[in-house]
């Protein structure tokens, strides 16, 4: 970029581009955008199923991130970086005080914070100072003094009961939800009070190199030497583990399950060929590939406890699915041998990202000495792009995505939330999402060979699927 004011007009130039184009799809469809005012439904938000205003959306966002990065005091930028935790504190706050269900039931009009303190039985003038924060980051709105209202943002919080239900029953307030609010209250409270421990954990001899998942920085935390899953089973953690539960929803429902429909051409296998599906939970990928192509067979692998929960999910799916044989249920620690030795793809979504190497290559190999010359292996995780400009690896699907300059290649705050998925696995597991190139090295090195990445988005981050077979 020949000078600063010139990247200055560039961005300019995204933004102005990126708003024609999400403004000509809206007309040609006859649908609004939507509004920041109002809260969201998936009704209001049709404008953003075209891939277009998706893509166009995402470029606007990096050049608004990157355009206020750029003109404003760095002191500034710094400093507002530096107190920002203020913002998930303030959120958990109106989360679990369950404001976001006061103010829907309240309507558009909104309520008086005194009148919201009342329901919530809480000070209403920190609970004002809280929620007049959030509206300055665009989360509620302020509609007149001290009245506040859901917004476009806020209202993703909602779990759709009402107050007082959740009041009555707050073991179960995430229960039978989205999930999403479940994870805003996961992140805000363990996630984030691990977060606090990161440097104390990075720099102690004792923890400085540690790649197991004990020690870790959110035990630091909470005082605790065994790993997230003991303490989470804890009886006084009753709550968190439920919501912990929940949580999980929440991150799969940030992607259409049909998603594991895009990519590996499932359609190549033969039938009556075997899908292990490892770490699988309780089979939601698994049967959505079963009602997409139920001439294949469908293995789901687990913990008991979670076999037998899938089994349930599954006869409430596909009803005659375990018993024609073709969705099967298979408790399996995948640490040990893999049962399994005539699988066609062996599928891993979101298993990688909570292990170190040294735990990661244990499970390729385990699935490395059950594979067959021509098994597949598909890995679902994040990738994490560089946040420089570099060349891709020579396999087809790994080229970069075409973004305009002055943006950062990886389209810097608009494309942030992998690296917090990142760091999150760090926290919780001292484990990592991964580059790329650490992904192909990660398969070298337990005799499988990289062969091709599909994409899902167009940065190419959120969940690819990676394909490889045996080297």
């Known amino acids: 970029m020949s000078s600063p004011v010139a ?24 649908l609004d955008f939507p509004s920041l005012d109002e809260p969201f439904t998936p009704e209001n938000d049709a404008a953003r199923a075209d891939p277009a205003v998706q893509e166009a959306s995402t470029l606007l966002a990096a050049a608004a991130h990157q355009l206020i990065a750029t003109v404003q005091q760095p002191q500034k930028t710094i400093f507002t970086a530096t107190v920002w935790y203020y913002l998930p504190v303030a959120l958990r706050a109106a989360v679990e005080t369950n404001t976001v269900e006061i103010l829907r039931e309240a ?66 307030k995430h229960e039978n939800t989205s999930g999403i ?43 605790s030497a065994t790993d997230v899953w003991t303490w989470f089973e804890r009886p006084d953690n009753e709550l968190r583990f ?35 599906d490892v770490g699988g939970g309780i089979g939601t990928s698994s049967l959505v590939l079963a009602k997409a192509f139920p001439k294949l067979r469908y293995v789901i692998q687990d913990r008991p406890a979670v076999v ?25 620690d995948f640490f040990q041998a893999q049962p399994q030795k005539d699988a066609s793809v062996f599928l891993l979504k979101q298993i990688m990202h909570d292990w170190s190497d040294r735990f990661a290559t244990n499970i390729l190999r385990q699935l490395r000495d059950a594979a067959t010359p021509s098994t597949k292996l598909v890995l679902i995780d994040n990738i994490l792009p560089y946040a420089c400009r570099a060349d891709g690896l020579a396999v087809p699907g790994a080229r970069a995505p075409d973004v305009p300059e002055p943006l950062l290649p990886n389209l810097g705050g608009a494309g942030i939330l992998p690296y917090c998925f990142d760091l999150s696995m760090y926290v919780h597991f001292n484990a990592l999402e991964r580059t790329l190139g ?18 899902t988005d167009s940065l190419g981050s959120y969940l690819p699927q990676v394909e490889a077979v045996p080297a």
Not at 191 to 204: C, P, Q, R, S, V
Not at 247 to 276: C, H, R, Y
Not at 311 to 332: D, F, M, T, W
């Open 308 to 332: 037998e929960e899938g089994k349930k999910h599954c006869q409430s799916i596909l009803p005659n699915a375990q018993r024609e044989g073709v969705v099967q249920y298979e408790p399996h």
């Open 7 to 30: 990247a200055l007009r560039a961005l300019q130039e995204i933004i102005s581009s990126s708003i024609d184009r999400i403004e000509e799809s809206c007309k040609s469809r006859g």
């Open 181 to 223: 609010p479940a994870l805003i209250g996961h992140c805000t409270d363990e996630d984030f009070k691990g977060a606090g421990y990161i440097l104390e954990h990075l720099t102690d001899p004792e923890t400085a190199f540690e790649d197991g998942v004990e020690r870790t920085p959110m035990m630091r935390a909470f005082g």
């Open 107 to 172: 309507g558009v009009q909104g309520l008086h914070v005194n009148d919201i303190a009342a329901k919530n039985n809480v000070d209403p003038i920190k609970l004002g100072r809280l929620l007049r924060f959030l509206a300055t980051s665009h989360i509620f709105k302020e509609v007149s003094p001290d009245v506040f209202a859901n917004n476009r943002v806020s209202s993703v919080c909602d779990t759709g009961k009402s107050a007082s239900e959740l009041f009555d029953k707050p073991l179960e």
């Open 242 to 276: 439920r919501r912990f539960g929940a949580a999980m929803n929440g991150v799969n429902n940030m992607q259409s399950p049909e998603s594991i429909l895009k990519g590996f051409d499932w359609g190549s296998l033969t039938a009556g060929s075997i899908v292990v």
């Open 438 to 455: 650490h992904v192909q090295r990660l398969l070298e090195g337990a005799g499988w060979k990289l062969v091709r990445v599909h994409p």
